[in-house]
C-alpha cells in the first residue's frame, strides 16, 4: 500500500495491471508514498519510444485513471531506459519488482517527474 502525504492509501498493483494492458507496456511500479499524488515508472517491451507511443500511452493511462478516486489517478508517468531485472536488483527471483529497491535506484528519476510538468517523462 502507498500511503499519500494527504493520508490516503492506495493499492497499486490493481492499477498497475491496469497500466499493464496497454501492450506496449511491460512493466509498471506506481510510487507515491509520502506525496501529493502518485507517478507511474513504466518500461516498454521495446527500449525506445516509437513516434505515436507517448500520446498512446498518455491516452491509455488517462482510461486507466476514469475509475479511480483522484488521489488514486497518476498523475504523471516515467519512462524507464531499462527495464526491471533480476540482474539489476529491481525483480526478486519470482518476479516481484523490489519497490525500495527500483526507489532508491530510481531516486533522482522519480524527483525529476514530480518536477515536470509534461505528463510523459524520458529517462535520460
Not at 500511503?3 to 497499486?12: C, F, I, L, M, R
Not at 531516486?107 to 515536470?116: V, W
Request: proline residues 4%.
Amino acid at each position: 500500500m502507498l500511503k499519500t502525504s494527504n493520508g490516503k492509501y492506495v493499492a497499486p498493483v490493481p492499477i498497475e495491471d491496469s497500466v499493464k494492458g496497454l501492450p506496449l507496456i511491460k512493466e509498471v511500479m506506481m510510487v507515491g508514498d509520502s506525496r501529493k499524488y502518485c507517478v507511474a515508472l513504466v518500461a516498454l517491451e521495446d527500449s525506445t519510444l516509437k513516434a505515436g507511443q507517448r500520446e498512446q500511452i498518455t491516452q491509455w493511462i488517462q482510461k486507466v485513471n476514469e475509475p479511480l478516486a483522484g488521489y488514486e489517478s497518476i498523475k504523471r508517468v516515467g519512462v524507464l531506459k531499462e527495464g526491471f531485472t533480476i540482474e539489476n536488483g529491481s525483480l526478486t527471483p519470482t518476479l516481484k519488482v523490489k519497490r525500495s529497491a527500483v526507489m532508491k535506484s530510481k531516486e533522482d528519476f522519480i524527483e525529476q517527474i514530480y518536477s515536470s510538468n509534461d505528463f510523459v517523462v524520458l529517462e535520460a
